[in-house]
């Protein structure tokens, strides 16, 4: 079982950046692909983006396209989103988690809040 831990949630204003991290520990974590997630209230978990083991592809969801930018950093075990032009319905905890080869999101990270002012 991979350990994830986000950080870099906050308030920020509407049209502001903010970037989340991901750390991860346990086993390799270049063995896997990563993606972010996030639930606001009242709301089903929905993804947000994903990358592949080595970086070399990533998707996003429609809404977030354009905006947000996935990567990570193997030699540190860790993902980032890079999130701008934010705007309130990106408000959410956002999540990371680990994909297996069989495609499962099987590990999870307690998730980091993010609020977006209008």
């Known amino acids: 079982q991979v350990e994830l831990a986000e950080s870099g949630g906050g308030l920020v204003q509407a049209g502001g950046s903010l970037r989340l991290s991901c750390v991860a520990s346990?086993?390799?974590?270049?063995?896997?692909?990563m993606g972010w997630f996030r639930q606001a209230p009242g709301k089903e978990r929905e993804f947000v983006a994903k990358?592949?083991?080595?970086?070399?592809?990533?998707t996003y969801a429609d809404s977030v396209k354009g905006r947000f930018t996935i990567s990570r950093d193997n030699a540190k075990n860790t993902v980032y989103l890079q999130m701008n032009s934010l705007k309130p319905e990106d408000t959410a905890i956002y999540s990371c988690?680990?994909?297996?080869?069989?495609?499962?999101?099987?590990?999870w990270g307690q998730g980091t809040q993010v609020t977006v002012s209008s």
């Open positions: 346990g086993r390799t974590f270049s063995s896997y692909a």
């Open positions: 988690a680990t994909q297996t080869i069989a495609l499962a999101w099987d590990s």
């Open positions: 990358i592949r083991r080595t970086g070399g592809g990533t």
